[in-house]
């Protein structure tokens, strides 16, 4: 038999007392005054999650943070909107956030687990600009197949719109297309899901021209069975040439206004793939060019800490933020091991809980880095609540690359500094080789470096031989991209002992072999 759906006021009863605040006020529905409870206000302020209370954080190793200030100097204003309360009234209504409530279901798990999918999707809505307002929980066996939610629960969220005057529900799912016209047709605003909301995320941060490209093929591969109309004017047609007058006997069946606009956007992402296909040329002569060194591929969660990371390891400065998503387009840069090795860090896009197949598929190409690297850095943020449902979250994306599972992968527990010991001890267990570390604070990066020093892969060809001097170029690159031993200056030459591929080890031996 299926629960009856309550919100999170009721969930109060399956916590523990430590969990509860004692100061609990709570105003009725009709004078729109109802106050938080205690996990009402943990969603809402995301403590301890991705997105936590504060500022964002950073070091004179990111830079100037240019890219963070141009981010931060538009903001939308609240209460400015001058759109229709009904959104039926309307044919088209751009999507855009502003005060929002949330809306989440569970079927298995705790409460807790339930709380952290809601408090991120919390941070995903103010990441994308939005003033969260109140939120929903509800917890049933399965989705309702007409609302999604039930009739019930959506006469529920409908009154709780109404008394914060919310102008956007966010569900924290996937809907179908026509759970979303039924939800809406009941709360008379705008319903969006998860994966509509990390598209306008991604859509915010793009920034280089195949990001934008990669991000405006996933939208439209979401919208294509969503389109929706109101009134005659999606079903008006015209065929043959009637539109001439020539009446009976030369109309078809014509297209009808939905149909064009279907046909429209099937058009525009065969454009988007070619162009983002004739890209592939291009940026597969520059991993080419990369691939000449060893390669460091940092991949994790979404504000995990990559950014910070690579910008401890390389001095890269690029963007960090507090925020979910802050990088989109990946970033390379060059370091060196302990030992004077050189190799690339590529910074890749952040993951998610359920991240939208389409950008999976849309962002394949940013993905190839992890696969043609020959590491990958796992960044966890060992301060999450959930690092483990993180780790999963990541290897699911991964399992989608070809061949990206089989890279060597090193666990990186970052924010150590302020993680629960125990939870690092749990961490640690895992089969994955583990380093902790803070970016923020710069603890444990030498030991990092060291670590991966040793997992990088070193050149298998031991060279003995002096090298004349007009040759220096031949020696420097044997400390770029080999190991060097022994390093001696003769009168004929500079006697080096290295290892190195083959590919130099050819040269090398070609230019002894021409002084001598």
């Not at 403590?47 to 939308?76: C, H, I, K």
Request: overall charge negative; proline content about 4%.
């Amino acid at each position: 038999m299926e629960e009856a759906p309550h919100r999170l006021d009721d969930e109060l009863d399956a916590v523990t007392a430590d969990d509860l605040d004692r100061d609990r006020g709570r105003a009725g529905n009709e004078t729109g005054g109802r106050a938080a409870d205690a996990i009402l206000a943990r969603v809402l302020s995301r403590a301890g999650t991705a997105v936590s209370e504060g500022g964002t954080l950073d070091t004179d190793y990111d830079g100037d943070q240019y890219d963070r200030e141009e981010r931060a100097a538009l903001r939308r204003v609240a209460g400015l909107s001058t759109e229709l309360e009904d959104v039926t009234e309307v044919e088209y209504r751009q999507l855009r956030l502003e005060r929002v409530v949330l809306v989440g279901q569970w079927s298995r798990g705790t409460v807790a687990d339930a709380e952290v999918g809601l408090r991120e999707l919390a941070a995903l809505a103010e990441t994308a600009g939005s003033e969260v307002l109140d939120g929903v929980l509800q917890r049933r066996p399965h989705p309702d197949p007409a609302t999604y939610i039930g009739a019930g629960k959506a006469e529920e969220v409908r009154d709780l719109v109404k008394a914060w005057g919310a102008d956007t529900v966010i569900v924290n799912d996937d809907l179908a297309p026509s759970q979303r016209r039924a939800l809406e047709d009941v709360v008379k605003v705008k319903v969006i899901d998860r994966t509509a909301l990390i598209l306008d995320i991604f859509a915010q941060h793009a920034k280089s021209r195949e990001g934008k490209a990669q991000v405006e093929l996933a939208q439209l591969e979401y919208l294509l069975p969503r389109l929706r109309g109101w009134g005659e004017s999606m079903s008006r047609q015209a065929g043959g040439r009637v539109a001439g007058g020539e009446g009976i006997g030369s109309r078809g069946p014509g297209e009808t206004k939905i149909e064009l606009d279907r046909r429209r956007i099937r058009t525009r992402m065969a454009q988007l793939r070619r162009q983002i296909k004739a890209m592939e040329p291009a940026r597969a002569v520059r991993r080419e060019r990369r691939l000449e060194l060893p390669n460091v591929a940092i991949v994790g969660y979404t504000n995990a800490g990559k950014s910070s990371l690579l910008n401890r390891v390389t001095g890269a400065g690029v963007l960090v933020e507090n925020a979910l998503f802050a990088t989109l387009d990946p970033t390379v840069r060059r370091s060196q091991t302990p030992d004077g090795r050189a190799f690339t860090v590529s910074d890749t896009v952040g993951f998610v809980r359920d991240l939208p197949h389409q950008l999976v598929a849309a962002f394949a190409s940013t993905l190839e880095e992890a696969a043609h690297a020959d590491l990958i850095l796992h960044v966890v943020d060992a301060a999450h609540p959930d690092p483990e449902g993180q780790i999963r979250a990541v290897h699911e994306v991964l399992s989608d690359v070809p061949g990206a599972m089989a890279v060597p992968e090193l666990l990186v527990l970052n924010k150590c500094d302020v993680a629960d010991h125990a939870t690092v001890l749990q961490l640690r267990s895992r089969r994955e080789r583990t380093v902790e570390v803070s970016a923020l604070t710069g603890e444990g990066i030498d030991g990092l470096m060291d670590v991966v020093g040793e997992m990088l892969p070193r050149p298998g060809v031991r060279v003995e031989l002096v090298v004349p001097y007009t040759r220096g170029d031949l020696v420097s690159e044997a400390h770029t991209h080999g190991e060097v031993l022994a390093e001696s200056h003769e009168a004929d030459g500079t006697h080096l002992v290295a290892l190195v591929d083959q590919a130099l080890a050819a040269r090398l031996k070609a230019s002894a072999a021409d002084a001598s």
